[in-house]
């Protein structure tokens, strides 16, 4: 059985989506701003380092980069060879 879903929890869905549509967007645009002369060098570089820059933003309250640190550090994790 399936449980109702109130008009309120459908409302906060919807802005939950959006707003996390809208981190994704700068998470992608912070990439890609990046991508042209940094190209894909996360895949290479010591895991230390990454683990550095992770640290930095987060002391830099950086959300953004930090989530795209986040992300390179599983993209390597996944796509260990």
Partial sequence: MSRRVSAGELELRWKLKHW???FFDEMKSEMMDNLEYKGDSWKTCKKPYLLKKLQA???EEDWV???NYCFMLRDRELNKT
């Fill in 20 to 22: 996390m549509q809208d």
């Fill in 57 to 59: 933003k987060i002391d």
């Fill in 65 to 67: 980069a930090l989530a």
